[in-house]
């Protein structure tokens, strides 16, 4: 079955620029039934969507984060990324990387998950 | 945009039933989608379109949905049930996914 896997740094400092990797297996980020989608759950709080990539280089952002945010794919590695720009400490979080499942324009879920890197925004 | 509401938390003692309720406007015309998160794990789907069962997850878990409450029910409560449940819709205005803000199930 599908496996997610985020890679990238445990610690970015204030204002610089975050990187993370998600590496899929067992399944293509090239297929087109898919959404593939960055969430993140500051420590101790709910969870977050940050933004998700469709029809093979659309993108969708969380209002809240537009200015800041980009997904991108890489289908030769099977991977898509997020970059998160100008980090502050509210940044701090646990970032997972989810397929969205779109059954149709307004049903839609996520699954499954990666297993989260903790991201922490320290000078 | 679209509002979802949890309460912070449910307790139950083993072997009861827990209902853990999500609460939105009309909510019972959106198709809502519940996760199951255990301390330092990554959110599992539990329920789909709100009363689908993923493969692997327990009968013992059933999701239903009316008017403004969906509602998520746990039979016969074991304490590895004891974890964070949110519920998801899509925003059709938006076009992006809503998460309420959880609820602790505490196995007594």
């Known amino acids: 079955q599908v496996q997610l896997q985020e890679s990238g740094p445990g610690l970015v400092k204030p204002s610089e620029t975050l990187s993370l990797t998600c590496s899929v297996s067992?399944?293509?980020?090239?297929?087109?039934?898919?959404?593939w989608s960055w969430i993140r759950q500051p420590p101790g709080k709910g969870l977050e969507w940050i933004g998700y990539?469709?029809?093979?280089?659309?993108?969708k952002y969380n209002p809240s984060l537009k200015n800041r945010v980009t997904i991108s794919l890489d289908t030769s590695m099977n991977q898509f990324s997020l970059k998160l720009g100008s980090m502050t400490a509210a940044d701090t979080a646990v970032y997972y990387c989810?397929?969205?499942?779109?059954?149709?324009?307004?049903?839609?879920?996520?699954?499954?998950w990666g297993q989260g890197t903790l991201v922490t925004v320290s000078s | 945009s679209y509002v979802l509401s949890q309460p912070p938390s449910v307790s139950v003692a083993p072997g009861k039933t827990a209902g853990i309720t999500c609460g939105g406007n009309n909510i019972g015309s959106e198709s809502v989608h519940w996760y199951q998160q255990k301390p330092g794990q990554a959110p599992v789907l539990v329920i789909y379109y709100n009363s689908d069962r993923p493969s692997g997850i327990p009968e013992r878990f059933s999701g239903s949905n009316s008017g403004n409450t969906a509602t998520l029910t746990i039979s016969r409560v074991e304490a590895g049930d004891e974890a964070d449940y949110y519920c998801q819709v899509w925003d059709t205005n938006s076009d992006h996914p809503v998460f309420a803000g959880g609820t602790k199930l505490t196995v007594l």
């Open positions: 990539m469709y029809n093979g280089g659309s993108t």
């Open positions: 989810a397929r969205v499942v779109p059954v149709a324009i307004e049903i839609a879920w996520f699954d499954p």
């Open positions: 067992g399944g293509s980020v090239n297929s087109g039934s898919y959404y």
